[in-house]
Each structure stands twice: as C-alpha cells, then as structure tokens.
C-alpha cells in the first residue's frame, strides 16, 4: 500500500558522561587527574532517495534513535561519538516538526536536513585542574540529545497529474497508456491512494477522485489535492456520460483555485471520456462549451484504442519540447 503521510518519533544520542580518573606513575601512586570527556550523541537526519513508498516500510515502527556517545576513560581518553541516525524519506516530502513548529521539504534525491542535535559530552576530572585545584574531584553528565515528533507528507513530484470527479475514468486511462495497474470500479473513491504509472519516460499520476468541497476538507480534501501542486501539467478527465459534463469541469476547477490559486494557473488539458456510451449531438455541444476555456480538448473511449494513441504521441511530444 502506497504511504504519503506518517508522524515519526526521533531522538538524538545523548552525550556520555565525564568521568572521574587518576593518573597513576610507578613513583607517585596519584599523580594528578586523568579522567576523559564524554562523547557527543549522534544527531539524526532526513535524506531524500528516489524510493516514493519508502514510508511504508516504518509503519511498524516509525521511531528512530541515534546512538549516545561513550563516557570518557582514564589517561585522559574522550569517549567516542555516537554515530548519526539517517531516516530516508521520498524526495518531494513535505516535513513538519511538530513539537517546535517548523517545516521544510527536500527537493533533490541526497538532500539532507539536520533535525535534531545530538547532546554534548561532559567534562572529564582533568578539565577542571587548576593552580588552585590540582586534584579536582568534579566532573559533568552528558547533555540529552534533542528529540520531537515530525509529519512526513510525501508531494509527488510527476510529470502529469490526472484529475476529475470520482468515475471520470483516470484509472483506465492510466492503465490503458502507461504500465501501471490501478484499480477500477464504479463507487465513490476509485483510488484510495494515488497511483503511478511510466509512459516512454512520462511519470503519471492518477490523483484519487477529487469531491466538490475537497478544498475546504471535505472527503479526502487536501490529503490528496496536495500531490497536485508539483505536477508539471494536469489532464482534466470529465465523464461525457455525467448528466453536465460542462459543470462538471466547472466545479473541479473551482476546487483546484480554491485549494491553492496556482493550480487553476497550471496547464490544462480536458480530456473528455466515455465517448463510447452517449451520441455525437452531446459530444459535440460539451466540445463547443468547453472549447471556450481556451485548453485543449481531446477526446477518447474505450470502443476507440487509436484516441489514446493519439494522446500519448501529443503528451510525449508536448512535455519533451518543454523540458
């Protein structure tokens, strides 16, 4: 099952203790203090890597630790640091520390961001010798590594978004021009989770059916509106079968601008559907309307294998002159 979003738990190691020692030579049984600092604790990262489901793997556990530094030793040995904790995330994720209120995202496959500091060591017996105090008894605990609470929203980063009420038939045009097997059926969320699909390079993503009143939460709401916001373009599907094709584009439209106004500014195409099940009179007064948006109006149906040829030849050759 394909993970967007998941809260995790992560802590940076704690600092070691310093420690108190004595420096012992074969004439002078105590010589003078000795006694190492502590290591630091590992701090913990996020990277982003190329792999879009990799939260799915912490749903069992989405805790994370790095490992504390080491406590010092005699002859003035500090203790080792412990080693830096790395959680991947999917490149495009979106992260919210919970606890301090901050967020970032990571963009490129090896970024990294640090979001939590590993505690400093403490101070061995020998820091303390002085001229005063030649034979310190005083030594500091290490500091506790930070720790908090993050969200992880993954924003698919893909080429094309495919939109449209519920039914308008994303799945099977994703099916249909790219390898991917998303799930068809006839009830009110086809897809539960976004699905992606590979054409000749083109990654596509059939975002799962958007609801009037989606931007103000209702349904799935923002959950899956947000994986919209990086695609490069949108395919607008719009069931020729719907009672109003035309308010049915209309409505969508508003819930995309309502949501974030730079999505109504993204390039467009209404791709109109299921042109096998109604007449050429309705198909042709749904084109005369829509035409009128100014995007470019494409028609396919099932009945017609060379309608969605004919989209992939124009979808490759678009997104290929615009690179």
């Known amino acids: 099952m394909f993970v967007d979003e998941l809260t995790i738990y992560a802590k940076a ?36 890597v190329k792999d879009l489901n990799r939260l799915s793997k912490y749903t069992g556990d989405a805790s994370f630790i790095a490992e504390s530094g080491d ?12 080693g830096d904790m790395y959680i991947d995330i999917p490149v495009g994720s979106r992260i919210r520390d919970i606890d301090r209120d901050r967020s970032f995202e990571l963009l490129t496959v090896g970024e990294t961001e640090r979001i939590l500091k590993g505690g400093s060591g403490g101070l061995g017996n020998e820091h303390f010798k002085s001229s005063v105090n030649r034979s310190p008894e005083q030594f500091t605990t290490g500091r506790e590594g ?10 698919l980063a893909v080429d094309v978004g495919l939109v449209g009420l519920p039914n308008a038939g994303k799945s099977t045009l994703l099916n249909t021009v790219t390898n991917a097997e998303s799930r068809i059926g006839a009830y009110p969320f086809t897809t539960l989770e976004p699905h992606l699909g590979d054409m ?68 467009e195409w209404i791709i109109l559907t299921k042109k096998d099940l109604v007449n050429k009179d309705k198909i042709d007064t749904v084109l005369k309307e829509l035409e009128k948006s100014e995007n470019r109006v494409l028609v396919i149906g099932q009945d017609d294998p060379d309608s969605f040829k004919e989209l992939q030849s124009k979808l490759v050759k678009h997104l290929e002159g615009n690179k």
Request: glycine share 18%; charged share 25%.
């Open 146 to 155: 930070e720790e908090g609470n993050f969200s992880v929203e993954v924003l």
């Open 200 to 267: 000749y390079g083109v990654l596509i993503a059939d975002i799962p059916g958007v609801i009037e009143g989606a931007a103000s939460g209702k349904g799935l709401g923002h959950k899956f509106l947000r994986h919209i916001e990086r695609t490069k373009m949108i395919l607008h599907l719009v069931s020729l079968e719907d009672e109003d094709p035309v308010a049915q584009y209309y409505t969508i439209r508003g819930e995309l601008s309502e949501y974030n106004k730079s999505l109504s500014e993204k390039e």
């Open 71 to 82: 406590a010092g030793s005699d002859q003035s040995k500090e203790g080792s640091n412990g």
């Open 13 to 48: 190691g704690d600092g070691g203790n310093g420690v108190v020692r004595w420096r012992h030579d074969k004439y002078k049984p105590l010589a003078g203090p000795s006694g190492g600092n502590g290591g630091s604790g590992g701090d913990v990262y996020v990277r982003a």
